[in-house]
């Protein structure tokens, strides 16, 4: 016997309101039998749910007994179905397999290099050697721009030594910083590059070296005087003059939104511990620069920009390569210092993000249509430029999450995972309408690990340590080799390049460590902590909201007023949406399972 139901009529009402209302009497010989809920879905194949008809009704047969408060959409979100079944629990023995798995990922890689490359700046894997820049070729700016001669990957790896407990280790590699690191160098780094990655880093494990509230416990040793401080404040101060002789105030050398506009977090703290206001003034007159350059259409900025006369040279606006850290430090810095004036270029920006760049279905679980994609546009007209998207954009959902835009964070996540499950890794770029990659190497990226933390973080579903089970063991079966792990080459035939990049140590896998890591002290301290773009710690500190200095380049309103264009909504508020999302879905799936079999099969 077969009854049609319509979902979307009765979907909150109780298996036997739905009969009830829908006009079916059961007859009494089947009491003792099954009833089978078959799901027909246009988009894909016919499924069904059985339950036994006595598991809903009480012992004497007489009388239904329906689960509480539970509608009859819940039997598709079951563990019957096929994404629940997979992904709706994971086993605490697992989690702390899982857990162990990536510290020694990360200890393979980083004795590895205090083996074989240290003092250089990174470790060739396979050929177990170290590299530093490429002297004989200056024009090489893959490796120039990052590459100091300075013991890059040492210094970026200090606070994720503390993350996995090991103290020890974070003393004695703090201690051969200060004796052995010196920037008295003849070598020409890109400001950001050596911002994020250098600066930052000092900075962080100079505040957790001497943060009296001790998170990951007593970390300080006798003796230390402040040194990793004075070693980012010489650093900065060398960095300086790049910030010279522009008449936009944006910094040398070639330069992109993000490379420019990236730099407000790390100077800013400098200047507020030393008292010193040249670091965030310089970085904030860029970022305001830039600012005032965006479209008066589309309220967009394009990714490269003449330092000169501030011109466009690029007009694709995306969220990904030369973009992408623009926006989250505009979010980051109103986080840390409270500049009212941060918050407002925030939402604006997200505003126009959400009206130019975002295309697909209205809503991420609800409705009809592609799933929901964040695409690259001119930035005056807000046309499609290409059809393609890099593995950077990934790092976006882990930015809605700090938004309280979970939502929506959970549907372009649920992309990106689907692109990593076909590949075992992320291309760095792929043509969403051939959906094939463009571009086929993966170096190790940490952006889609930071998104999957963050959303385990605001939701506790255990869909994400799936994910972040199936990044860990797709690393540790393609990119493991003799000495480390190597850029993937070719996502496809998973070749591979002789290069481990330091961001592999000091993100990826400190992400995935504390995705697993569940009574880590950064998840149990009653400080609150963010990361910067490079997943180096800083604590939200009201020190940072206090500046010992008026302010010298106060802001223009005109700056953030003027450019403005008449047509475009109010910013919406910063109050968090996880309130919007239903209680049901709390405890299911994050995202529906006919959307994530759509993104599949893709």
């Known amino acids: 016997m077969r009854f049609k139901i319509d979902p979307g009529k009765y979907a909150m009402e109780p298996l036997d309101s739905v009969l009830t209302l829908a006009g079916i009497q059961l007859p009494t010989q089947l009491q003792s039998t099954q009833i089978r809920l078959v799901i027909r879905d246009e988009k894909g194949p016919t499924r069904g749910v059985t339950r036994g008809l006595n598991e809903y009704m009480s012992t004497d047969m007489k009388r239904w007994r329906p689960p509480v408060q539970r509608s009859y959409l819940s039997f598709f979100d079951s563990n019957r179905d096929e994404y629940s079944r997979r992904y709706s629990s994971f086993p605490d023995p697992l989690k702390a397999k899982m857990k162990d798995m990536a510290k020694e990922m990360f200890y393979f890689g980083y004795d590895n290099y205090m083996k074989y490359a240290f003092p250089e700046d990174e470790l060739n894997p396979i050929d177990c050697e170290g590299r530093g820049p490429d002297v004989l070729n200056p024009s090489n700016i893959n490796i120039n721009d990052v590459l100091g001669n300075y013991s890059l990957t040492l210094i970026d790896t200090l606070d994720t030594l503390l993350v996995l407990g090991n103290v020890t280790e974070f003393q004695k590699a703090v201690k051969l910083v200060i004796d052995t690191v010196s920037f008295d160098k003849d070598s020409t780094v890109q400001v950001f590059e050596a911002n994020i990655r250098i600066l930052g880093s000092l900075i962080s494990s100079h505040i957790l070296l001497t943060d009296p509230k001790h998170p990951f416990g007593k970390v300080d040793y006798e003796g230390y005087d402040n040194e990793l401080l004075h070693l980012a404040h010489d650093l900065a101060v060398r960095l300086l003059p790049a910030f010279e002789n522009t008449l936009t105030g944006i910094p040398y050398p070639r330069t992109c939104t993000a490379g420019a506009g990236s730099l407000l977090v790390e100077f800013g703290i400098l200047s507020r511990l030393i008292g010193d206001s040249t670091f965030e003034w310089v970085a904030r007159r860029a970022v305001r620069a830039l600012w005032s350059l965006r479209s008066n259409e589309t309220g967009l900025l394009g990714n490269v920009v003449n330092i000169q006369t501030g011109q466009w040279v690029g007009k694709q606006s995306g969220l990904g390569a030369g973009m992408d850290s623009f926006y989250e430090y505009l979010l980051k810095s109103y986080i840390l210092f409270g500049e009212k004036e941060d918050h407002r270029m925030f939402q604006d920006s997200y505003e126009s993000i959400q009206n130019h760049m975002r295309r697909g279905r209205e809503s991420c679980n609800e409705g009809e249509g592609d799933p929901p994609l964040y695409v690259n546009v001119n930035m005056f007209s807000g046309e499609i430029m290409n059809t393609w998207i890099d593995s950077l954009q990934a790092f976006f959902p882990g930015l809605q999450v700090l938004n309280g835009d979970v939502d929506n964070a959970i549907c372009l996540h649920a992309f990106y995972y ?120 800083v604590p939200i500190d009201k020190r940072f909201r206090e500046k010992q200095w008026d302010d010298e380049f106060p802001c223009e309103e005109a700056v953030l007023v003027e450019r403005k264009p008449n047509n475009r909504k109010p910013p919406p508020s910063n109050n968090s949406n996880c309130n919007r999302i239903p209680e049901e879905r709390r405890y299911t799936l994050p995202l529906k399972s006919v959307y994530m079999r759509q993104i599949d099969h893709m």
């Open 418 to 537: 689907a692109i990593w499950k076909r590949f075992g890794a992320l291309p760095e770029r792929y043509n969403w309408q051939l959906q094939a990659p463009d571009v086929l190497f993966y170096p190790l990226r940490p952006e889609l690990v930071e998104s999957t933390y963050l959303l385990y973080q605001a939701t506790k579903n255990p869909f994400y340590l799936h994910v972040g089970m199936d990044i860990l063991q797709s690393l540790e079966k393609n990119a493991k080799v003799k000495c480390g792990y190597a850029t993937l080459h070719h996502v496809v035939d998973k070749s591979k390049e002789d290069r481990m990049e330091s961001f592999f140590l000091s993100e990826t896998c400190k992400y995935l460590y504390l995705l697993f890591d569940e009574d880590n002290p950064l998840h149990k301290s009653d400080n609150k902590y963010i990361f910067t773009t490079e997943g180096h710690i």
